[in-house]
């Protein structure tokens, strides 16, 4: 049995790790990467530290709008499976890739199996939200991370092939946290001290594209005067020139602007930060994993259950909300319900994958 794994962006090089992991034991694999990202601080880094296979294929998309990425994945998308002839693809997540594989498998009449299906933030003018629904209402097996997503689900009319497996990243997390131990270094190499800073993310396009809310979100880390560490996205970067914030930015004393880092030193620098500042749906999950206070900068979450447990807090680009939760915002230990499973997410697909193998056989 063949099984094609479409990935294209950071987050899903980091689920991919655990769940190919333990596919490769039962079944052949064979990786397709979009290009989605593709700097290398975003993409080929990830293939290096945590040994991550060889894409098989390297479609090479890069950036631009999202219906001509989106058309372009699927178009070559579509030349690979077409050869290949996989039993079944399989997606994460919600960028443009998710979309892409699942569409193009679809239509050649190939099941498809959805990783973090069910998720919803409710809110339609995220370009992820459309890739999650319309990748849910195609896929033949939903693996949801969380009870909420399956009731999300269900709420949709999606019952069969739905199944509750735990979060991929928390296996994720679990596996490489004491690997990630060997990148402390970067702590002495940047002069940080544990729990003395905060760390930052910014790459949404609802942030980064509009002058009124990045101005705002880093009028806030500058008048925090907590000491920020900011890896900056590519994208961020450009528009913080294009804003003419940058200036800004290497003038505050309090900011500390570095290139984006791998999984393994990120994770580092989020276990010992005081805070996390982010947009980030997977690193709202992480902070929440590692029992770090989450200050989220979106109105919406997919991930309510951070927020329902106390651990996370939605601020959207207000500069009076960001500062104060930067101040006040505590989350309290006895709340926390640990609701992302046991970290064998992995081995719960790949079983179900192995008791669907008849089934499988017959799709292609």
Not at 187 to 207: F, I
Not at 218 to 236: C, G
Not at 333 to 359: C, H, M, P, Q, R
Request: aromatic letters at 8%; proline letters at 4%; a positive charge.
């Amino acid at each position: 049995m063949k099984v094609a794994t479409v990935v294209g962006a950071r987050p899903q090089f980091i689920k991919m790790v655990p769940v190919s992991r333990e596919l490769r034991k039962y079944f052949d694999e064979i990786v397709i990467h979009t290009g989605q990202h593709y700097d290398y601080e975003m993409s080929r880094i990830f293939f290096e530290e945590l040994k991550i296979p060889e894409p098989d294929y390297n479609l090479g998309v890069g950036s631009g709008s999202h219906g001509y990425q989106t058309g372009e994945m699927m178009k070559r998308i579509e030349k690979v499976l077409i050869k290949e002839k996989p039993n079944l693809v399989l997606v994460y997540g919600d960028t443009n890739s998710t979309l892409a594989g699942a569409l193009a498998a679809a239509k050649l009449h190939i099941k498809v199996a959805h990783i973090e299906a069910g998720l919803r933030s409710f809110d339609r003018k995220m370009p992820e939200e459309i890739n999650r629904v319309l990748t849910d209402h195609i896929s033949d097996y939903l693996f949801a991370p969380t009870e909420t997503a399956v009731k999300n689900l269900y709420k949709e009319g999606i019952r069969n092939g739905v199944y509750l497996t735990g979060d991929v990243m928390y296996d994720a997390l679990l596996s490489n946290i004491k690997v990630a131990q060997n990148k402390l270094r970067i702590l002495r190499d940047l002069g940080l001290k544990p729990k003395k800073y905060l760390v930052a993310t910014v790459h949404r396009a609802e942030n980064t594209d509009n002058k009124r809310n990045l101005k705002s979100i880093i009028e806030a880390f500058i008048e925090s005067d907590e000491l920020i560490v900011f890896p900056a996205h590519p994208r961020t970067l450009e528009y913080l020139k294009v804003y003419n914030l940058l200036k800004e930015i290497k003038e505050a004393e309090n900011i500390l602007l570095i290139k984006p880092v791998g999984y393994l030193e990120m994770l580092i620098l989020e276990k010992n930060a005081r805070k996390i500042i982010t947009d980030s749906g997977g690193i709202q999950k992480e902070a929440y994993f590692l029992k770090v206070p989450c200050i989220t900068l979106r109105e919406k979450t997919e991930w309510v259950e951070t927020v329902e447990d106390g651990w996370n807090i939605l601020v959207g680009a207000n500069k009076e909300k960001i500062i104060r939760a930067i101040k006040d915002f505590e989350p309290k230990e006895k709340t926390y319900t640990y609701k992302f499973g046991s970290g064998k997410a992995s081995k719960n697909i790949v079983k179900i994958l192995i008791e669907s193998e008849g089934d499988l056989n017959t799709s292609s």
